[in-house]
């Protein structure tokens, strides 16, 4: 009871990383509110599903194993945590901001009347006043992401309704194995309590999963380029930078945009998030968007022809010059001294 539960999707037998992400930012939030981790599985084949999952610190594993529940589809799945949801009572549930967590979550909050925020940011707990009813809510979940376009950062509270329901996007929040042997219950649910047969009237008959064309999130470092770069041809020496440092391309929404480079390599709160050893941001003015999505890269360097570029505020070097004069002479003396 008024514990907090991760959902936690499954792809071919693993834990996906958004949630284990959040296995370990949810473990830290559970100490906060002296409260238990409750983690839930739901698929095909997971005997050895513990595996994965209790490490994160999870006190309590809900496993519901049965034909039909792997590959995802909505009705099953929805079932399955609204009517544990009713068991439980948690005051705090945590998904990804994946196509699988934007298609649960809300089912899931609207069946409840809970509430959802998606495409959290940052996840804190804290107390509410709320003025209006003289009324002060204790260790509220602080709901933050950036709104009106990224204009403002916004801090959502649910003090009435549970559970308290957030989404989060991949490589938001760091994850951390807790201890290898930790201990944890494992409670495996017959399905069939929680879901009913009409639930399963959509069945996958073939299913095509393309994989990623770039490794932008695992990248050490990511050569990324903004709409300062100016056009398609000039986003050539960031790929030519790249090449020599081992490192991916990335871009801001700006750029993608503009079509200067593809969808799939974009950066920020609609794109990927990262956190790069090193962050070369060439032609970025720096919109909270953007920066929402690489603000954790360990050391940021800016090249910008602005000097008050907004990104230079956060950047560790700041590079004042254009894209066509600096990056080929960052290319020339990096050969020159790397052999």
Do not use: W
Not at 149 to 177: D, F, L, S, W, Y
Not at 293 to 303: A, H, L, N, T
């Amino acid at each position: 009871m008024n514990n907090l539960f991760v959902y936690c999707e499954i792809e071919e037998g693993n834990v996906a990383d958004v949630s284990l992400e959040l296995l370990t930012k949810g473990r830290s939030l559970a100490n906060q509110l002296n409260c238990q981790l409750e983690a839930i599985a739901a698929g095909t084949g997971l005997e050895d599903i513990d595996k994965q999952i209790i490490p994160y610190g999870v006190d309590r594993l809900h496993i519901f194993d049965a034909p039909g529940l792997y590959p995802y589809t909505s009705l099953p799945h929805a079932s399955i945590l609204i009517n544990l949801f009713k068991e439980e009572q948690p005051q705090i549930c945590l998904m990804g901001a994946t196509v699988i967590g934007r298609d649960l979550g809300p089912r899931v909050s609207s069946a409840l009347t809970s509430g959802l925020t998606a495409d959290c940011t940052a996840l804190e707990i804290g107390d509410h006043e709320d003025k209006k009813e003289n009324k002060v809510y204790k260790n509220l979940l602080y709901q933050i992401r950036p709104a009106f376009g990224g204009n403002i950062v916004a801090t959502i509270v649910n003090p009435e309704h549970r559970p308290q329901m957030a989404t989060v996007r991949e490589g938001v929040m760091k994850k951390q194995i807790l201890s290898p042997d930790y201990k944890g219950e494992i409670i495996r649910h017959e399905a069939g309590k929680y879901v009913n047969d009409t639930d399963f009237v959509v069945k996958v008959i073939e299913r095509h999963v393309e994989k990623a064309q770039n490794n932008l999130k695992g990248a050490p470092i990511i050569v990324a380029g903004g709409y300062g770069v100016g056009s398609k041809e000039n986003f050539q020496l960031l790929f030519d930078l790249a090449k020599i440092l081992n490192a991916e391309v990335g871009a801001s929404r700006a750029a993608v945009d503009a079509g200067f480079i593809e969808h799939d390599r974009q950066i920020g709160q609609t794109g990927i998030t990262v956190r790069p050893k090193l962050y070369i941001a060439c032609g970025i003015s720096g919109q909270i968007q953007h920066i929402a999505g690489m603000q954790e890269s360990s050391m940021i360097i800016s090249i910008n022809n602005d000097p008050n570029a907004p990104i230079n505020a956060i950047a560790d070097y700041v590079i004042n010059g254009t894209v066509e004069d600096v990056i080929p002479k960052m290319i020339k003396y990096y050969k020159q001294n790397s052999k």
